[in-house]
């Protein structure tokens, strides 16, 4: 299975950088479509569903906690995270 950094990493054209650079892009990257994809999940769920997320996550930030949570009461959550991957670069080839 591919990871959200190996489809970012052949999403994008990193030619004129390092490896260094490159890598913080790609986690640059990864955190924004990763945020991008939780909030479009939050807003999918009722009341309910955001009161039983904020009391099963609580004050844990643990992002694979979060992932977990998330994959297991959203099925279309990865889908979601490559859509997500799309639309950045779409705006990236915009600029």
């Known amino acids: 299975m591919q990871t959200l950094k190996d489809i970012i990493a052949t999403s994008f054209s990193f030619v004129d950088l390092n490896d260094d650079e490159k890598n913080k892009m790609i ?3 990864s955190d924004i479509a990763i ?3 939780v909030i479009r999940s939050l807003e999918k769920m009722s ?3 955001a009161e039983e997320f904020s009391n099963t996550i609580g004050d844990d930030t ?3 906690k979060i992932f977990n ?3 297991s009461h959203d099925p279309s959550f990865f889908d979601m995270l490559r859509e997500e ?3 950045l670069q779409a705006l990236a080839s915009q600029e």
């Open 27 to 29: 986690n640059e990257l």
């Open 62 to 64: 643990d992002p694979r």
């Open 69 to 71: 949570y998330l994959e």
């Open 35 to 37: 945020q991008r994809t």
């Open 47 to 49: 009341n309910e569903e």
């Open 85 to 87: 991957v799309i639309r």
